[in-house]
């Protein structure tokens, strides 16, 4: 067996739950980790792996959608809900709070492993995005200062003599930036690095275009 | 300067100082120079007052012990005079010595009119003294005036008996002999009161003083005797002149006035002035009574140095016994002018500070009845208010000015609802001459009616009439503090009852909860096993269907499906064990009360579903024998789905209606709400119209309704909705 590249985390209170659901999702090849409360899941150390929450509400330390309200700010993988008695209301709670689904026992295999799996899915595109953003962000920081100022330019489409007249620099210097920058942050033209920049929410300076460009 | 509106009262021994307050009464005092605290009265700062106040009453005491002459000590002023006069005495006395035997014109009245003289000096000293002895109750100034009363009775007698001045030879039948014996007792007699009262002096302070009773007696005593023995005297005097001594040889010319009477005179005389001289104690009574001894004296040695009647000794010799007679009685008029002003003076101070005491306890009471709301007053025996205090015209609201009310006027301050009862509990305590404690109410009042408690006694008066002494208290704020007390205990009360009831209203509520709660209960249970079921046989054909099928771990999910069947039919089987074994606890229940009583518990929840709750509730339902508890949940579930089935159509009322047919009792519960589609299968466990529901409700009503014997169904409203029906047996049938 090779590394996962997944994982998922069953929450439930009642072991035959736990050992059936653990038995259910091993079966379709999911790698699964069951835990009785939910203190003993976050004492677990969780790998950087698009995973997915099959969490109980009804547990015995905290109520589940509770949990759910505390996580709310953090970048915590999808949770799929599943109780043994639940009603409009709380399923309604759970899903405006960012829950994946609602699932109310006994509930059938297609149902948990369709939604088990288009959370880990979910998850992998956040867990992508959170990595590129990261990268991109390492990438910004290894600008200089003069380099930082002279890409909003270039972004907000200044030819160089305007952006170098801008900051008061000679046109080759800043041409000298503006290959830096676009190499720097891997953008393959100015086009790639607009986009970047959309991402990284750089501020772009409302700068005024000087007459003459409109020839 | 004004009436003061307060006095001080200036206590010093230095006479001046008062003096300058009180020119008027502390002259007379300071002028007799006693010794003594004097008083003066004077506008002054009111901060002096209790300074002195002291040493007022100190004064005040010995004001009230009997200071007269005779206890006196005699001023260094009257000592001077004592001096200058016996001075004048003896210088008159030497002067005249060498012209004793010059004769001078025969003046027959002179005696008659120094024996009158002497009389009416000796009587008025006499008086004084008598009047003194009343007040001192002194023996020894009873002594002395009683020397004085026989001197003057004495001095009487002589001038009337006295040859030529009413008859030729004397009144009374006189003889030669009558008149020098009458002189001898007349100059020995006072003389010897002297020697006995300087003697008795001594013993002045060892004996008691007469009693008060007897003053009267001895007074009256003193006067009898004496009267009696000068008449005595004059009698044998007159009567046996011829066998007496002669005292003096010749009538007309010759002094020989023998000597044993001379010299009894003498020596009578000389003793008074030497134990008058040598007593201790000196008053100035004993002072003047010296200065009598000694021209006393000075006249018996003139008497011997008379040659013949009308020659100067024979004229000096009653000048001395005259001028010898004065110093007393002008002494004894001081001292009873004196006395005079000091008893005004203390008259004066006692009525002012009895009027300050007076005063002052006056504001002190009003205080203490202002305070205590309490006032006072007293009825005479004809049942007028004589005093009515100032707090009694607050409390009645009466003005002090108009002065006490009458009884109908206070009977007319008196709720007119209470006086008849108030004025017959008087009429009866005054027949009975009992006393009488009453409450009254009085309106009229700006700030409410005032409360008022009276309490009086009876006294008899000086004359014996009955009369009586009382109080009225205003108790208006206790009255109402009591209330107060009162009302809060009953709030208190009715808070408690209040809490009572809402815990019921708590534990009936839970009761009703539980239903949901057990079923809710239930689904949990069965469902956890159900899961595992279910989770295992899809995991196990999962394993069977891959490639290769994975028998191994295929055969480990199949014994966990059955292990975990077999939990959920354990779940089941003891569910039911549970329902089985709750027996019905039948009581004897009005199932009208219940159905109220369902009805205010779900008031909220009928009302938050804007549904109108209607009860029809039949008059000839009889009590029934069954689980109140039960029959409750039973009422609640089914107008609770009639709610919720009505929720959408507000406005339509829901009706629990109670009958009794034949030998059931029924309760139907008519909703209008959207209606059953399969009424058969609602009682089924699990059927459920309902999004949540868990089909449990109406399958436990049935067992509930069965285990009472009796019958459940539902049918369809000839209109919207349905009815659901529930029939008791109401022959109580106790088994389950």
Request: with cysteine.
């Amino acid at each position: 067996m090779t590394a996962p590249d997944h994982i998922v985390y069953v929450v439930d209170d009642d072991p035959r739950v736990r050992e059936a659901l653990t038995e259910l999702l091993s079966s379709a090849s999911f790698n699964a980790v069951a835990f009785g409360s939910v203190a003993e899941y976050l004492m677990q150390c969780r790998p950087e792996l698009p995973g997915c929450l099959v969490l109980d509400v009804h547990m015995p330390d905290i109520n589940g959608l509770d949990f759910q309200k505390q996580l709310a700010a953090t970048d915590h993988i999808p949770i799929v809900f599943i109780t043994g008695h639940g009603d409009i209301p709380m399923s309604v709670r759970a899903i405006k709070a960012g829950a994946l689904d609602f699932l109310t026992k006994p509930f059938g295999d297609e149902v948990l492993l369709q939604a088990v799996e288009v959370a880990i899915e979910q998850d992998r595109k956040a867990l992508q995005k959170r990595t590129d953003l990261a990268q991109l962000r390492a990438r910004y920081a290894s600008l200089t200062r003069r380099e930082r100022d002279v890409l909003p330019l270039i972004v907000a489409g200044l030819l160089n003599k305007q952006a170098a007249a801008e900051l008061g620099i000679s046109e080759i210097t800043l041409q000298i930036h503006r290959s830096n920058v676009l190499r720097k942050m891997a953008a393959g033209s100015v086009a790639e690095l607009v986009r970047l920049a959309a991402r990284l929410d750089v501020a772009i300076p409302p700068v005024q275009r000087r007459g003459g460009v409109r020839r | 300067m004004t009436a003061p509106d307060h006095i001080v009262y200036v206590v010093d021994d230095d006479p001046r100082v008062p003096e300058a307050h009180m020119p008027d009464i502390t002259d007379s005092i300071s002028k007799s120079s006693w010794r003594r605290p004097v008083f003066g009265v004077a506008g002054k700062s009111k901060a002096d007052e209790a300074v002195t106040e002291s040493k007022v009453s100190q004064a005040i005491s010995e004001i009230q012990q009997p200071s007269l002459v005779s206890f006196l000590p005699p001023s260094p002023t009257l000592r001077r005079a004592a001096l200058a006069v016996s001075a004048f005495l003896l210088v008159a006395f030497v002067i005249i010595i060498p012209f004793a035997e010059v004769m001078l014109p025969r003046l027959s009245i002179y005696i008659p009119l120094v024996a009158t003289v002497m009389f009416l000096n000796d009587l008025i000293t006499a008086s004084l003294l008598l009047v003194q002895f009343s007040i001192a109750r002194s023996r020894t100034l009873l002594l002395l005036a009683n020397g004085y009363l026989f001197t003057a009775l004495i001095a009487a007698v002589y001038g009337l008996v006295w040859p030529g001045a009413f008859h030729p030879t004397g009144l009374f039948g006189a003889g030669p002999a009558t008149s020098p014996w009458l002189y001898l007792v007349w100059h020995a007699g006072l003389p010897t009161s002297v020697i006995v009262y300087a003697l008795l002096k001594s013993k002045e302070y060892e004996t008691p003083p007469v009693t008060r009773d007897s003053v009267p007696t001895f007074i009256f005593a003193s006067i009898t005797c004496n009267i009696l023995i000068v008449c005595g005297l004059t009698w044998f005097v007159t009567r046996f002149h011829d066998v007496l001594p002669i005292l003096v040889t010749s009538v007309d010319r010759a002094s020989a006035f023998s000597t044993f009477g001379t010299g009894a005179i003498l020596i009578v005389s000389i003793g008074a002035l030497v134990l008058q001289w040598r007593g201790r104690r000196r008053s100035v009574l004993d002072l003047s009574l010296s200065v009598v001894a000694l021209a006393w004296l000075l006249g018996s040695i003139m008497l011997t140095a008379i040659g013949a009647r009308y020659d100067v000794a024979w004229y000096a010799t009653p000048g001395f016994l005259v001028v010898s007679a004065i110093p007393v009685l002008l002494v004894l008029l001081s001292e009873s002018l004196m006395l005079h002003a000091q008893f005004d003076l203390n008259l004066l101070l006692e009525n002012k500070r009895a009027e300050e005491q007076l005063r002052r306890s006056r504001a002190y009471l009003a205080e203490a009845q202002k305070v205590s709301h309490t006032g006072s007053w007293a009825w005479n025996n004809a049942r007028e208010i004589v005093y009515w205090s100032e707090e009694c015209f607050r409390i009645h609201g009466r003005d002090p000015a108009q002065g006490p009310p009458s009884l109908e006027q206070v009977l007319a301050d008196i709720d007119p609802a209470e006086v008849p009862g108030i004025a017959a509990s008087l009429e009866k305590a005054m027949r009975e001459g009992r006393g009488w404690e009453l409450e009254y109410r009085m309106i009229n009042f700006a700030d409410g009616p005032r409360t008022v408690r009276t309490i009086a006694h009876p006294v008899l008066d000086a004359s014996g009439r009955v009369e009586y002494i009382g109080t009225v208290a205003d108790i208006t704020e206790q009255k109402r503090a009591e209330q107060e007390l009162r009302t809060s205990e009953l709030e208190r009360a009715r808070a408690e009852q209040a809490l009572r009831d809402a815990r019921e209203k708590l534990a009936q509520a839970s009761k009703i909860a539980s239903l949901a709660e057990l079923s809710a209960s239930i689904a949990h249970e069965v469902n956890q096993p159900l899961q595992a079921i279910v989770a295992n046989g899809h995991a196990g054909l999962r394993w069977l269907d891959a490639t290769p099928p994975n028998i191994e771990k295929a055969i480990r999910t199949a014994e966990r499906v059955v292990r975990d069947g077999n939990a959920a039919a354990e779940i089941v089987s003891r569910i039911r064990a549970l329902f089985k074994h709750a027996a019905p606890a039948k009581v004897d229940l009005d199932i009208n009360k219940l159905i109220l009583q369902v009805r205010t518990l779900m008031a909220d929840e009928i009302q938050g579903n804007g549904v109108s709750l209607e009860t029809e509730l039949g008059e000839d339902v009889p009590t029934i024998r069954a689980d109140a508890v039960q029959i409750q949940q039973v009422i609640v579930n089914l107008v609770r789905n009639a709610t919720e089935a009505m929720a959408g159509a507000p406005r339509k009322p829901l009706l629990i209606r109670s009958r009794r047919s034949g030998g059931h009792l029924v309760v139907d519960v008519r909703d209008q709400g959207t209606g059953l589609v399969d009424p058969e299968k609602i009682f089924e466990p699990f059927v459920s119209t309902k999004e949540t529901g868990m089909g449990m409700g109406l399958t436990i009503c049935r067992s509930i309704i069965e285990a009472h014997g009796g019958d459940i169904r539902v049918v369809h409203n000839e209109g919207p909705g349905v009815t659901f029906s529930f029939s008791l047996p109401l022959e109580a049938s106790d088994a389950t």
